[in-house]
């Protein structure tokens, strides 16, 4: 089976926004377009190099598609990244009738979450989430999203599009590889590690108080 891994950069407080510059996505008022360019070292190439260094089909929303195919196209034949963009497959989830220009560019119409899990029980290899903010939460909800790598910057930017909104299905996750840049920059990875566990530090028989407690949450709701 293929596995679906999202590459995100991240603000402490979860947004992932416009990280490349100010006129990438600043739908919702969005004003701090382009917060990772002062954080990037010869750390966060390299988390970046080994990302693209396995074979991929990029699995994208239409915003994030739209952005790519706009900048990756036109840059210079020998580009690190774009030689390998530009070849790979790209599957767009989008309901819109425009034609899909960028070379080797595959329209998920319909049910994405149908259509992505075709893709995950056929052969190819992975399929790698980029951006795509409304895309992300789809999957997320339907569980789908195998494998996070996040790159993790040194602010809060306050507002924006997060990565995990409201309709994630909570899971546990395995914290599989992790280093810091010379910048502050946090590199994680994680893998889905099965449900979700819970204990309790309370004490085996509560206080008068505590029972008065619980039972005012449960008055408040």
Do not use: C
């Amino acid at each position: 089976m293929r596995k679906v891994v999202a590459a995100t950069f991240l603000s402490i407080d979860g947004v992932m926004q416009a990280p490349g510059g100010p006129q990438e996505d600043p739908t919702g008022g969005f004003t701090h377009g382009g917060w990772t360019v002062p954080y990037w070292d010869a750390v966060t190439r390299e988390a970046i190099a080994e990302t693209f260094s396995e074979p991929f089909d990029l699995l994208l929303g239409r915003k994030t598609y739209e952005i790519f195919a706009a900048y990756w196209p036109y840059v210079d034949k020998d580009d690190a990244i774009g030689s390998l963009f530009n070849p790979a497959t790209k599957y767009v989830a989008s309901r819109s009738r425009q034609p899909l220009a960028w070379q080797n560019s595959v329209a998920i119409k319909g049910d994405v979450t149908a259509e992505v899990k075709k893709l995950k029980h056929g052969d190819g290899p992975v399929l790698l989430l980029q951006g795509s903010s409304d895309l992300i939460q789809t999957l997320l909800a339907a569980d789908l999203i195998d494998e996070f790598r996040l790159l993790i910057f040194p602010l809060v930017l306050g507002r924006g599009k997060r990565l995990f909104g409201n309709g994630a299905m909570p899971v546990a996750l395995k914290l599989t590889g992790s280093k810091v840049a010379t910048t502050g920059v946090t590199i994680n990875t994680y893998v889905r590690n099965g449900e979700i566990k819970t204990g309790s530090f309370a004490q085996e028989e509560p206080s008068a108080a505590e029972i008065e407690r619980r039972a005012k949450m449960a008055r408040e709701g």
